[in-house]
């Protein structure tokens, strides 16, 4: 009788510690299928991470290829020999103007003066810089007399010509394609940019469409 009370109480001992152990087993599988899944979320949120970081970056390259820093703003006033005189322009040399094109920052709605006014034929261009710079395409504007011998105006679109001017840096002498033309009158401007820049004098060019009357 002894040595069977002695054998159930060996089994229920045994079996106690087969429990305890298949727990303990459990909650180490529990816990290490918890750390993977966190693993995972952790994984997915770097990932996540790293595509709003390559989005970023695309975004900003974006605005670096729109980005007019290279640009001349300011110039001279001097025009070719062969630029018209518009005889009743609708905005007067002295006389001032809304501008409405964005070419650079600050310029879109910013007040200017009225350098000159001429008749002539305006081009939006696409051409590769001649001092290495990434390909630059509808550049706005240039006019027929900053062609090298263009011939008669207007050009037909596609039509490759040489630039005869430096707004741009790498511009001058540049290979370019026509991309659009338009027979109007085209202003030199001065003005003091919107977003407190520094002044610029005789910008080249602002076209009719591009101005609007001072209220």
């Given amino acids: 009788m002894k040595n069977k009370k002695l054998l159930i109480g060996?089994?229920?001992i045994i079996s106690a510690i087969l429990l305890a152990a298949c727990g303990g087993g459990n909650e180490d599988t529990s816990q290490d299928q918890n750390e993977e899944t966190n693993q995972e979320e952790n994984q997915e949120n770097a990932n996540m991470e790293s595509d709003s970081d390559e989005n970023t970056e695309s975004e900003s390259g974006s605005d670096e290829n729109m980005d007019h820093s290279g640009m001349n703003h300011s110039s001279s006033g001097e025009v070719p020999d062969t630029l018209e005189t518009a005889a009743d322009p609708s905005y007067e040399v002295g006389s001032q103007a809304i501008i409405e094109s964005d070419h650079m920052e600050g310029m879109q709605g910013a007040e200017s003066t009225i350098d000159g006014a001429y008749n002539t034929t305006v081009y939006t261009v696409s051409y590769t810089p001649t001092n290495g710079g990434d390909p630059v395409e509808d550049h706005k504007w240039v006019i027929h007399e900053e062609l090298e011998n263009p011939g008669e105006a207007?050009?037909?679109?596609?039509?490759?010509?040489?630039?005869?001017?430096?707004?741009?840096?790498?511009?001058?002498?540049?290979?370019?394609?026509?991309?659009?033309?338009?027979?109007?009158?085209?202003?030199m401007v001065s003005f003091t940019p919107t977003n407190d820049g520094e002044e610029v004098s005789n910008h080249k060019w602002a076209t009719e469409s591009e101005l609007s009357p001072v209220e």
């Fill in 10 to 12: 060996t089994v229920l």
């Fill in 154 to 187: 207007p050009l037909e679109p596609g039509t490759e010509v040489t630039i005869d001017a430096s707004h741009m840096e790498g511009m001058d002498g540049a290979t370019a394609e026509i991309d659009s033309a338009e027979e109007t009158t085209v202003y």
